[in-house]
T-cell receptor
Framework: DVKVTQSSRYLVKRTGEKVFLECVQDMDHENMFWYRQDPGLGLRLIYFSYDVKMKEKGDIPEGYSVSREKKERFSLILESASTNQTSMYLC???????????FGPGTRLTVL | GNSVTQMEGPVTLSEEAFLTINCTYTATGYPSLFWYVQYPGEGLQLLLKATKADDKGSNKGFEATYRKETTSFHLEKGSVQVSDSAVYFCALRSQGGSEKLVFGKGTKLTVNP
């Protein structure tokens, strides 16, 4: 089975802190994605990556950056966390050979 | 641009009731269409998909048919169970190249015994 893991299920940070959210997949997938999920807004794509060291902006990249140094790992970085970044963050991975994205369990981030 | 519109929730049903969650889309060409489900406290998982017009996706008693003429992909189940309580997301992937999914806003389903 494909497994996508995220470093934390719950995280509480202070405004202005630098925050790292880690995602690891074990299926050698080329594609990886970061979404945020908010009530009434569904899932919105922040960044995605087609390959190591490659990244592309999604629909809401402002305030975020990403890093993909290894194929299995995709990190989301909040350079200076703000309260409006309180949300559920979901990571996903996929292979070009199939349509399906596989999701991790999510990290619920609270910024105080 | 591409977009997905699904019916607003929440939806509350009794066990064994019939379920329909409407989903319509806007896209050029022939996108692939998906339903994902998110159980409480979990990430999303694929429920079913269809990749061309008139295809029917099915899984766990759920079905959805890709209707090009009405740009719809409505989710149905004949008899829901308490364990079907979850949030359901309709999504599309545009034809030809991009790996990105466009999601609807989600519909929360609660099934009461």
């Amino acid at each position: 089975d494909v497994k996508v893991t995220q470093s934390s299920r719950y995280l509480v940070k202070r405004t202005g802190e630098k925050v790292f959210l880690e995602c690891v997949q074990d299926m050698d997938h080329e594609n990886m994605f970061w979404y945020r999920q908010d009530p009434g807004l569904g899932l919105r794509l922040i960044y995605f990556s087609y390959d190591v060291k490659m990244k592309e902006k999604g629909d809401i990249p402002e305030g975020y950056s990403v890093s993909r140094e290894k194929k299995e790992r995709f990190s989301l970085i909040l350079e200076s966390a703000s309260t409006n970044q309180t949300s559920m963050y979901l990571c996903a991975s996929s292979s070009p050979a199939e349509d399906t994205q596989y999701f991790g369990p999510g990290t619920r981030l609270t910024v105080l | 641009g591409n977009s997905v519109t699904q019916m607003e929730g929440p939806v509350t049903l009794s066990e064994e009731a019939f379920l329909t969650i409407n989903c319509t889309y806007t896209a050029t060409g022939y996108p692939s269409l998906f339903w994902y489900v998110q159980y409480p406290g979990e990430g999303l998982q694929l429920l079913l998909k269809a990749t061309k017009a008139d295809d029917k996706g099915s899984n766990k008693g759920f079905e959805a048919t890709y209707r090009k003429e009405t740009t719809s992909f409505h989710l149905e189940k004949g008899s829901v169970q308490v364990s079907d309580s979850a949030v359901y997301f309709c999504a599309l992937r545009s034809q030809g190249g991009s790996e990105k999914l466009v999601f609807g806003k989600g519909t929360k389903l609660t099934v009461n015994p």
